[in-house]
């Protein structure tokens, strides 16, 4: 199986800040046509994930583009470039490359 | 608009068995992967399984011999039975919809339910 890591675990931030959660695979994530198989969802308090990237780099829609991803490989990084409070939640990236699909252990942000 | 709505999470006996369902709306899920993840209390995401758009299912290692995911075509829903169940099988299950693009089958997952609670206790 594929495993996820992710750092740091826990991230305080204060509003208009920058902030960088970086994610790493056990095994590289590249497939054919140069995808990166890494998605990142966020999962804000008392609601269900939502996607905010797909495939490392292309943002969901109605996503601001505060949010971007990238990397390659084994190594990703999602930031956001000025948090603002409603960014709290846990952030976990996720392989779709091969199942079982296997997620980071997230990363939960607050604002300070 | 694509929504998912889950349903039949319950309180249930260790070693017993539960269904649970995942209605689609605006989409038709024969024509579509489907998952379903789940979240014990307190902790992260786990993917349970998925059934591809040709009907392949897929399973954790954790359920991989009692739960069963399938469809229905006429109710446009997508179904996961689960027997045998553990302490552990508690959690949130959220049904998920997959999109794909290049040679994937289920790149992300994408919208999700607002999730159906199990709880496995005695």
């Known amino acids: 199986d594929i495993v996820m890591t992710q750092s740091p675990l826990s991230l305080s931030v204060t509003p208009g800040e920058a902030a960088s959660i970086s994610c790493r695979s056990s095994?590289?994530?590249?497939?054919?046509?140069?995808?990166?198989?890494l998605d990142w969802y966020l999962q804000k308090p008392g609601q269900s994930p939502q996607l905010l990237i797909y495939?490392?780099?292309n943002r969901a829609a109605g996503v601001p583009d505060r949010f971007s991803g990238s990397g390659s490989g084994t190594d990703f990084t999602l930031k956001i470039s000025r948090v603002e409070a409603d960014d709290v939640g846990v952030y976990y990236c996720?392989?779709?490359?091969?199942?079982?699909?296997?997620f980071g252990p997230g990363t939960k942000v607050d604002i300070k | 608009d694509v929504q998912l709505l889950e349903s039949g999470g319950t309180l249930v006996q260790p070693g017993g068995s539960l269904r649970l369902s995942c209605a689609a709306s605006?989409?038709?899920?024969?024509?579509?992967?489907m998952n379903w993840v789940r979240q014990a209390p307190g902790r992260g995401l786990e993917w349970v399984s998925s059934?591809?758009?040709?009907?392949?299912?897929y399973y954790g290692d954790s359920v991989k011999g009692r739960f069963i995911i399938s469809r229905d075509r006429s109710k446009n829903t997508v179904s996961l039975q689960m027997n045998s169940l553990r302490v552990e099988d508690t959690a949130v299950y959220y049904c998920?919809?997959?999109?794909?693009?290049?040679?994937?089958?289920?790149?992300?997952?994408?919208?999700w339910g607002q999730g159906t609670l199990v709880t496995v206790s005695s």
């Open positions: 998920t919809k997959c999109n794909n693009q290049g040679s994937g089958w289920c790149n992300w997952f994408d919208p």
């Open positions: 605006g989409f038709t899920i024969s024509n579509n992967a």
């Open positions: 059934i591809s758009a040709t009907g392949d299912t």
């Open positions: 095994q590289s994530l590249l497939y054919t046509y140069g995808y990166n198989y």
């Open positions: 495939l490392t780099s």
């Open positions: 996720v392989q779709s490359l091969r199942v079982p699909f296997t």
